[in-house]
């Protein structure tokens, strides 16, 4: 009898761990991505001065930038910002600040389903939006005037982006080493390397990388944990800094001091 329970339960497990499963493999880009989609048709309202642009990417993608302007005529470059994967510009809008006022224009783009960019989401997709960007910028500035700061999510983007285009910095604020390293930590049970879509992988990236790198990430970070982020570390050329917030969380970096002022510091190189 102990044989034959031993045995049902053995099979429920493997049925419940078999549906669990397979609803993380069809759900996983909900629970990765919170889009919010805005009407095309409608206005943001920032209070620092900016201007809307859509570019096609092909018959079906179309992604929209925000560009963030300096008050004045005078500017030392331009900062491509990568945001998170919660619901759009409007999210981050507030940190454009942080470089305006060091004399930096912010372009910050929305991915597929954000905001007011349309089209499939996929990791190809963001990678060539990335890329375009970068080109629209290289209009207008030289490689040694960009920065390419990526946030979150974003860190990833932004760092395949360095590896592949030349830039003034590479930024990075509460990276990952790898977006299937940080969800095997939650998900250590499933083959999550074959399982996920978006691979993101930093580190990969990071070692093609040739301009400076500035990282930082808190030490009580709830998302991305400090010991998956510390890994990147190792990759650092002489020069990257790898700057650790004590009791610093996800979303709170910039109310330290510290973070504020290196930032400024290397703004103002």
């Known amino acids: 009898m102990n044989k034959y329970r031993i045995l049902n339960w053995l099979k429920i497990i493997l049925i419940l761990y078999a549906l669990v499963g397979t609803a993380l493999y069809m759900l996983q880009d909900r629970l990765l991505f919170h889009p919010v989609a805005v009407d095309r048709d409608s206005s943001y309202a920032f209070k620092q001065p900016y ?7 092909d018959a079906s993608n179309q992604f929209h930038i925000v560009q963030f302007t300096v008050p004045d005529s005078i500017r030392k470059g331009i900062v491509l910002y990568f945001h998170g994967n919660k619901t759009n510009i409007s999210r981050y809008a507030k940190f454009s600040e942080n470089f305006t006022r060091n004399k930096y224009d ?3 783009m929305d991915y597929p389903g954000f905001g007011k960019s349309t089209g ?13 960007l970068y080109k629209l ?45 940080l969800v095997n930590n939650y998900l250590w049970m499933y083959p999550v390397e074959r399982m996920i879509h978006f691979k993101l992988p930093t580190y990969q990236y ?18 991305i944990s400090f010991k998956n982020a510390s890994k990147l570390q190792s990759l650092l050329k002489p020069g990257d800094e790898f700057i650790a917030v004590e009791n610093g969380r996800h979303n709170n970096l910039f109310s330290f001091k510290l973070v504020q002022e290196k930032l400024d510091s290397v703004l103002q190189k």
């Open 206 to 223: 990071m070692s093609k990388v040739t301009a400076p790198v500035t990282i930082f990430h808190g030490t009580d970070d709830e998302l």
């Open 120 to 132: 499939t989401l996929s990791e190809d997709i963001v990678y060539e939006e990335a890329l375009q």
């Open 137 to 181: 910028a290289r209009v207008r500035y030289k490689p040694e005037q960009i920065i390419i700061y990526g946030k979150s999510i974003g860190t990833g983007v932004a760092a395949q982006l360095a590896s592949v285009r030349d830039c003034r910095r590479l930024i990075l604020e509460t990276p990952y080493y790898g977006l299937a390293a």
């Open 106 to 108: 912010v372009w910050m």
């Open 51 to 57: 201007k809307e642009l859509s570019f096609p990417l």
